[in-house]
Structure formats: C-alpha cells, structure tokens
C-alpha cells in the first residue's frame, strides 16, 4: 500500500525552532516541509477560491512525485451548499487540473456541522462531482455515519473520509481502494498530540484493509507541534 502522510498546511509560526530550523525565512518552510512528506493538504483554498497561476507556483516548487489535497471553497460547501454550483464547481476543478497537473491528488469536500443527513442531499453530493477526479467528502455531523452513505458513495467512486475529531464517530471507513483520513486532535482539537497506540492502531486499520491500495493521512493537530510528531511516528512505523 502506498503512504500519503502530511499535515493541513505548513506555515505554522508555532513550528519555528522546533520543526522548521530557527534561522529559516518562511519563504524557505515549504521546501523544508516537503524534504520530510510526501503530501499536503491545501486548506488556503477554503478560504481563497485558488487561482491557476497560484496553484503552478506550488507545482513547480513541490518535488517530482509530491501530491497536493486540495480542499473545496466554502462558497461551495458552506456558503452555498452546492445549490447552483455547477459553474463553480467546473471552475474549481478546472483550476485545480490546470495548475497542479499530476502532482494533483484528491478534492476534498468539507461539509458544515449545520449539514445533516438526508437522501436528497446524499444524491445532490453524488452529482455533483465530476468522476475523473479523486473526490472525498469530510461531514461533521454524526448522521452521515451510515452504511447506505458509504455504499452510495462507494458506487459514485467518492471516499468517504474517515476522521478523529472530538465530537464524532472514530471508526475507519473504507469505502474506495484509496483511503483519506483527517485527524483534528483529541481531546483538544487543533491541540492534542495522539499517542503511539493510537496511531498504531489507526494504522493498522488501514493496512488490514484489502481492497486499499493508498492512504493519505493527514493530521490537522496543527496549532502545535502535535502534528508534525504524529506524521513522523506514523512514518517511523510504517517503515519499520
């Protein structure tokens, strides 16, 4: 099974001196990052619809074989829930193709807390992605873990991410032959470290699985240098 393991985002002040060498100018981070994962998770385009010019900048800088999760606006998920989102989401895409090119990995979709379950909107996610790409889609309300949700996006070839987050289910879901998974920090979110068991064990659940040929993990404990220790225990004990 191929390992996708890195962080939601790198620029993290509270990482100078610890990860990122005391004398480093920012500009010189990503590199830095990049010499350690293999992957990253681009949470700015949450907040910034991504421009190509912006997303060839990052490809060029990015070594040969690095994968980008890029995440959706959330004039899409959160602003306008998908309703009427065709263009934007032809946009998006198209974007994100255009700038990454192969270095592209997948899209993922988060949904607002606010967003619960229901079949019509389950059908309205479902056609709403375009095939030809890696589609994941992270909820955050409890509802949404159901066997018909993970089979009906299994069938439309969209992932359903698994998440350790401290207010939701835990368990891993393997819906796809890839797997995505979001760790946000328990008990504190954004905070707490995770500790070997816990990432030995997330581990071993996505290696158990037969029908996954690649996982990406990627950790958002990163308000310390939480998720940088458990992206490199993870490394550590998958290479063993």
Known sequence: ??????????????????????????????????????????????YHFPRVKTLQQWY??????????????????HYKKFNDCKSLLDDFYTVCSKGLQ???????????????????FLETLVQSMQ???????????????????????????????GINHPTLPTPIIINNDIAYYRLHGVPGLYFSEYDNSMVKGMADGL????????????????ATMAGINNANMLKDYITR
């Open 131 to 161: 095939r030809s790409y890696i589609n994941v889609i992270e909820f955050r309300h409890e509802s949404w873990w159901r066997t018909d949700v993970y089979t009906a996006l299994g069938k439309a070839g969209i992932i359903f991410c």
């Open 1 to 46: 099974m191929e390992w996708r393991i890195g962080c939601s985002g790198f620029s993290y002040k509270e990482w100078k001196g610890t990860f990122y060498p005391q004398d480093m100018p920012s500009i010189r981070w990503f590199d830095f990052y990049a010499e350690h994962f293999n992957t990253l998770e681009l949470n700015v385009t949450f």
């Open 60 to 77: 060029k800088k990015s070594p040969a074989g690095f994968l980008f999760a890029v995440k959706a606006p959330r004039l899409i998920t």
């Open 102 to 120: 192969e270095k592209l990995g997948p899209v993922l979709f988060q949904l607002p807390a606010a967003v619960h379950y229901s079949e019509a």
């Open 207 to 222: 290696l158990h699985s037969k029908r996954t040929r690649q996982a990406f993990v990627l950790f958002n404990n990163t």
